[in-house]
């Protein structure tokens, strides 16, 4: 008896052929030529081939100012510290309905691009906390589709916003699940050093994850990065902290990033880039040459530090774009990064993936028997394809139900095979 097969499939490892039983929400079976008696299995989806990947995951995301953009007017400089000014302007007219309803919106936009899991940071400077009780029921209501984490941020500094440190702690109790912070908006490098190590012991006396909002800065000396990695050692946090954006990385001399890197390995630190607003924000007092500003990750890659992309801002006082595409940020990323090569664009895909499904310890992940029946169709045969064409989502399963479907580009000119795609492998 399966609840669902889906028939020759091609998986990320590069398998083909594939065919996936479902049971009871979990894949039970995953071979070719799979065999079931007629009448005992209750859906089929034919793949004809295509990639058959586990859902899209966003490492980072800020669901509480998202769908906001040009509340209450638009960010003129488009740089970072305006659109945090911005953000401070429209927090006193957030509602609760208001925040609940543009959290759903992007969600429904979410799941039907298979982005199925989200770690959104909330700011929680507002004593009211108003955007962590409207998450934490958006969190409750979008179960069934999608699963949210939610990092307590304090977007104004945990030292340097009055009350900020109170107000985390009571987003905690309330049932947040990860300790945030943004040592580099501190008032001095040694606030925000001595805020990366009250925010870890929090985390380390709650047996929480960390993730922080690390040197998001064009200055090469913003270091918390090494800060963190040096607290999340000497509390045995490993694997369970991550730095993102770290955008400080491009700017830093080369001989101390060689120091530095070894010592995020040594922590099990994670980087977490975004690379769309990674190169609209950093640079923006630059001339030319003008600074990328996205962190450096095929070197973290090659020194064994995980790195996810994260989506970070969709139409909001940061960045008037985006569409809950993980795709679309995973190509930006391979260009920014100059991953052009087949590997280096395989791990783009698992920066999208793999990698921050990990970063979120999420439970049961992955196309293989035993793990949650949670996958997208991609209108691709492999990752590399996917990303070129930013391949549309044929069906979106979670649970083992089918809970979106898109249409795949078509022309009128009836050529064999599909538009965009061409015949020759590598
Ligand atoms: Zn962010």
């Known amino acids: 008896m399966f609840d669902l097969i889906v028939r020759n499939a091609s998986l990320v490892d590069g398998r083909s052929g594939i065919d996936v039983g479902v049971r009871d929400g979990r894949i039970v079976a995953l071979e070719t030529a799979l065999s079931a008696a007629p009448g005992t299995v209750g859906e089929v989806l034919e793949a004809d081939g295509l990639l058959l990947s586990p859902p899209f995951v966003d490492?980072?995301?800020?669901?509480?100012?998202?769908?906001?953009?040009?509340?209450?007017?638009?960010?003129?400089?488009?740089t970072l510290l305006e659109g945090i000014a911005l953000w401070g302007e429209l927090k006193p007219l957030l509602t609760q309905e208001a925040l609940v309803e543009r959290a759903l919106r992007y969600c429904d936009w979410a799941v039907a691009r298979g982005l199925l899991a989200i770690r959104s940071h909330v700011d929680v400077c507002d004593p009211r906390l108003l955007a962590v009780e409207a998450l934490l029921h958006v969190r409750e209501r979008v179960k069934p589709w999608l699963d949210l984490q939610l990092v307590a941020f304090p977007q104004?500094?945990?030292?340097?916003?009055?009350?900020?440190?109170?107000?985390?702690?009571?987003?905690?109790?309330?049932?947040?699940?990860?300790?945030?912070?943004?040592?580099?908006?501190?008032r001095t490098m040694a606030e925000g050093a001595e805020s990366v190590r009250l925010l870890t012991e929090l985390a380390a006396e709650r047996g929480l994850r960390v993730d922080m909002h690390c040197d998001e800065s064009d200055d090469p000396l913003?270091?918390?990065?090494?800060?963190?990695?040096?607290?999340?050692?000497?509390?045995?946090?490993?694997?369970?902290?991550?730095?993102?954006?770290?955008?400080s990385m491009h700017s830093m001399d080369n001989y101390y990033v060689s120091k530095l890197m070894p010592l995020m390995r040594e922590a099990g630190v994670a980087a977490i880039a975004n690379?769309?607003?990674n190169i609209t924000l950093q640079g923006r007092h630059d001339t030319y040459p003008k600074r990328r500003g996205m962190t450096r990750v095929p070197e973290l890659l090659a020194a064994g530090v995980p790195v996810a992309f994260g989506h970070d801002c969709v139409m909001d006082p940061w960045y008037g774009l985006g569409s809950a595409d993980m795709l679309e940020v995973a190509h930006m990323g391979l260009h920014v990064a100059q991953m052009t090569g087949q590997d280096a664009m395989r791990a783009c895909f698992d920066a999208v993936t793999?990698?921050?499904?990990?970063?979120?310890?999420?439970?049961?992940?992955?196309?293989?028997?035993?793990?949650?029946?949670?996958?997208?169709?991609?209108?691709?045969?492999?990752?590399?394809e996917a990303l070129r064409l930013r391949a549309a989502r044929r069906a979106v399963v979670r649970g083992g139900k089918v809970i979106a479907r898109s249409q795949p580009a078509m022309s009128s000119l009836n050529l064999p095979g599909r538009p965009q795609q061409v015949d020759f492998r590598l």
């Open 275 to 277: 690379p769309l607003i």
């Open 59 to 78: 490492a980072h995301f800020h669901m509480d100012s998202t769908l906001s953009y040009g509340m209450p007017r638009v960010n003129r400089s488009g």
């Open 156 to 186: 104004d500094g945990v030292l340097r916003s009055p009350g900020a440190l109170a107000n985390l702690t009571r987003a905690l109790d309330m049932g947040v699940e990860v300790v945030g912070g943004i040592p580099h908006f501190e």
């Open 222 to 247: 913003s270091r918390h990065i090494e800060t963190l990695a040096a607290h999340t050692h000497r509390l045995g946090l490993h694997g369970r902290v991550a730095g993102s954006h770290l955008t």
């Open 354 to 384: 793999d990698t921050p499904a990990h970063i979120l310890g999420l439970e049961g992940y992955g196309v293989s028997v035993g793990c949650k029946a949670d996958f997208v169709l991609l209108d691709a045969r492999d990752p590399v």
